[in-house]
T-cell receptor, first 110, second 112 residues
Framework: GIQVEQSPPDLILQEGANSTLRCNFSDSVNNLQWFHQNPWGQLINLFYIPSGTKQNGRLSATTVATERYSLLYISSSQTTDSGVYFCAVTVTSGTYKYIFGTGTRLKVLA | DTEVTQTPKHLVMGMTNKKSLKCEQHMGHRAMYWYKQKAKKPPELMFVYSYEKLSINESVPSRFSPECPNSSLLNLHLHALQPEDSALYLC???????????FGPGTRLTVL
């Protein structure tokens, strides 16, 4: 089945630093989302980005579907950015599949 | 309103108990999902309902029984669970089975 790998698995940043999180997937996908999971477990929607580039404040994302990866950029990080970041893909050819990536655990230090 | 609600927030149950988790959305979404998330792992899909019909069951043990009474509600009935079933149970919905998913806050389940 399709594999979805994220890197790095763990990341520690000083407040104000920038970072890039990567999501690689092993097969064609129809949709891709980025989520931030806060310490209480809530999954917060960041981007719905099957292809192209989107920006929302300090965050932006790019998906290159033909090369099977997506990137999430966090600029001027804040302590509230801490948590786990997941990408999640949907495959709709044949049997539908909904797969979460392995996650990146981010800690931003004050 | 882009909110998915889940009740209860926390649940502790014994292995012989019967309990239910509830999920509700009022966004007019026609697909609803149950995921299970163990500590320090990504969420894993359990069930998908599309237009109120069960469309995906990811080989989940029969002690978990989903139900979709109407297009806004999704239940997960629990019976004879094992301690290893302790996890965060997340509900999600989307406009269609291929659309953007929105998640509820989850139910943190502990099985004693």
């Amino acid at each position: 089945g399709i594999q979805v790998e994220q890197s790095p698995p763990d990341l520690i940043l000083q407040e104000g630093a920038n970072s890039t999180l990567r999501c690689n997937f092993s097969d064609s996908v129809n949709n891709l989302q980025w989520f931030h999971q806060n310490p209480w477990g809530q999954l917060i929607n960041l981007f719905y980005i099957p292809s192209g580039t989107k920006q929302n404040g300090r965050l932006s994302a790019t998906t290159v579907a033909t090369e099977r990866y997506s990137l999430l950029y966090i600029s001027s990080s804040q302590t509230t950015d801490s948590g786990v970041y997941f990408c999640a893909v949907t495959v709709t050819s044949g049997t539908y599949k909904y797969i979460f990536g392995t996650g990146t655990r981010l800690k931003v230090l004050a | 309103d882009t909110e998915v609600t889940q009740t209860p927030k926390h649940l502790v149950m014994g292995m012989t108990n019967k309990k239910s988790l509830k999920c509700e959305q009022h966004m007019g979404h026609r697909a609803m999902y149950w995921y299970k998330q163990k500590a320090k792992k990504p969420p894993e899909l359990m069930f998908v309902y599309s237009y109120e019909k069960l469309s995906i069951n990811e080989s989940v043990p029969s002690r978990f029984s989903p139900e979709c009474p109407n297009s806004s509600l999704l239940n997960l009935h629990l019976h004879a669970l094992q301690p290893e079933d302790s996890a965060l149970y997340l509900c999600a919905s989307s406009q269609s089975p291929s659309g953007e998913q929105f998640f509820g806050p989850g139910t943190r389940l502990t099985v004693l």
